[in-house]
């Protein structure tokens, strides 16, 4: 069987990769009366009287909803939310392997923005934290705006933010390897949906200051009548030259190319023209826009995927639940860009500079200490920043 064939029938075998386990013992009338009626009214009491104390009373203060509406789950589109709970459900085993985080899947049966913003804000007071998931641009862009307006806890879209995350650990180690700047390097980013958009801002929030957006149309410029509400903004700080064309043209002279976009359209050609020793993230899943050997073959310097079967992979997991178990440790208000960038550098520190290759550039997505590595660096960031509450 190949892998997909083989998970198929491990998810029949499992009928679920998430369960609810009781922490508190029933086995006796005390234990009844403990946990439930009539003991049970006393921490009521006491959070109706400060709402705070759920935090402390209930499971709230480890708790994060994985939310969809399963528009974009995948590489597969808008397949519904029920077909996104396969993925929503593997996101919760992962919070709770890499970070000990509990998460609970929901999937909306909703396309409407409003209504979705309005359904999750209901249910947040039974939460610590939200992680959007797998919703479709520029939709998800909205929702998560919106929701950070209203919510007073952590709201984070980890196909946004944690993707830019991860890519920028591996950008930083990668650079150091080839020799170069994160200040004076050309970056090209192809793909300007959540993940290359989100891309974009985290790398120049890290230093880039040359950074050229491409999507299927060609080169993103400010002034183009033709583009949406997202495109426009991000093109108010990318593309300074105003360079026009499409992606060959885009990727002359760049020192780093990455690639959130669609399979085989990166040409080997287009990796000879990049600068010296270059750096070539092709992302895009389950094939990317160049296969690692023939980017080697045409003169990179550095590869990176988000494929497990090749060196260096690009993995969200990397990111997300670190970042949630030091967001609930300090119990901080929301996910601030200081934290994400202080994410980048911890998972960037844990590969020691004599370790650095071309092939080694970023930890093993089941190193189980990077999560705390992570929560640590969340954690600080959060107190220098003024957002954490414990």
């Not at 386990?21 to 009491?45: F, H, K, Q, W």
């Not at 990317?288 to 079967?309: C, F, K, N, Q, Y």
Request: proline share 4%.
């Amino acid at each position: 069987m190949n892998i997909r064939e083989e998970s198929l029938q491990k998810h029949y075998e499992w009928q679920g990769k998430i369960e609810v386990i009781s922490r508190a013992p029933i086995n006796t009338r005390e234990d009844l009366s403990l946990a439930y009626t009539p003991g049970v009214a006393e921490p009521c009491m006491v959070i109706h009287e400060d709402i705070n104390k759920s935090y402390e009373l209930t499971r709230r203060s480890n708790l994060v909803a994985v939310i969809t509406d399963g528009t974009a789950v995948l590489g597969l589109g808008d397949i519904g939310p029920e077909a996104g709970m396969p993925v929503m459900e593997g996101k919760c085993a992962l919070f709770k392997e890499f970070a000990d985080v509990d998460a609970f899947p929901l999937c909306i049966r909703s396309k409407d923005v409003d209504e979705i913003v309005r359904t999750i804000y209901l249910l947040s007071g039974s939460f610590g934290g939200i992680n959007l998931e797998d919703i479709s641009a520029p939709r998800c862009f909205e929702i998560e705006r919106k929701l950070k307006e209203i919510c007073d806890i952590p709201v984070f879209h980890d196909d946004q933010h944690g993707t830019a995350i991860v890519v920028a650990a591996a950008l930083l180690n990668a650079l150091k390897v080839v020799g170069k700047k994160i200040g004076e390097v050309k970056v090209v980013i192809n793909g300007a949906g959540s993940a290359g958009i989100a891309i974009g801002k985290h790398l120049l929030n890290m230093g880039v200051r040359n950074l050229t957006m491409v999507d299927r149309f060609g080169i993103i410029c400010e002034g183009d009548d033709s583009l949406n509400e997202a495109h426009a903004a991000i093109a108010k700080v990318t593309n300074r030259e105003k360079l026009t064309g499409g992606l060959a043209d885009a990727m002359k002279g760049a020192d780093v190319f990455i690639g959130v976009s669609a399979p085989g359209v990166v040409s080997q050609d287009m990796i000879r023209s990049m600068a010296d020793k270059p750096i070539v993230f092709p992302m895009a899943n389950p094939t990317p826009e160049i296969m690692p050997d023939e980017a080697l073959a045409a003169g990179a310097a550095v590869v990176g995927t988000g494929r497990s079967d090749f060196p260096n992979q690009i993995n969200n997991v990397l990111a997300f639940p670190g970042i949630f178990r030091g967001a609930l440790d300090c119990r901080a208000s929301c996910i601030n860009e200081e934290m994400k960038v202080a994410t980048s550098y911890a998972l960037a520190s844990m590969i020691p500079e004599e370790e650095l290759r071309a092939d080694n550039i970023i930890v093993s997505a089941l190193n189980k200490g990077v999560g705390r590595v992570v929560a640590d660096a969340v954690i600080k960031a959060a107190h220098e920043t003024g957002v954490a509450r414990i």
